[in-house]
């Protein structure tokens, strides 16, 4: 279940975030996604195989090649690119999967749900992030 306080301890402001999906395209989600977390002070890393950077960092083609382990998993991509990404974040042990409208899917919410991933859907990060932070 989704709640108040499931949502701010995703945005505790001490938790590092990886967009998976972030974008070059200002249209995208992912692309404001990531300038909204990083225009709020968050450290956040980009994730896409496809783009070198964005807004001037370093772009990460994958959540495994990122310097450090991310705190919450941002995702912004197709729902079965998702499913894929959940399996990841539990190989790596990360416990915070937040997925943007559009992103989400049945099983990769099922997954996280049965394998101890705490996972927020259904709301978008930059809407909640106005009204808690």
Known sequence: MITKELIKAFLDKRNVFAVVGA????????????KDLKSAGYRVYAVNPNTP????????????NLPVKPDVV??????????????TCKKLGITKVW???????????????????DVV?????MMERAKHG
């Open 53 to 64: 950077e964005i807004l001037g960092d370093k772009c990460y083609p994958s959540i495994e």
């Open 121 to 125: 859907y259904g709301a978008c990060v």
């Open 74 to 87: 941002n995702v912004v991509v197709p729902p079965k690119v998702t499913e894929t990404v959940v399996k």
């Open 99 to 117: 997925m943007q409208p559009g992103s989400e899917s049945e099983n990769a919410i099922r997954f996280c749900e049965e394998n101890g991933i």
């Open 23 to 34: 974008s070059r395209d200002p249209k995208k989600y992912g692309y404001q996604v990531y």
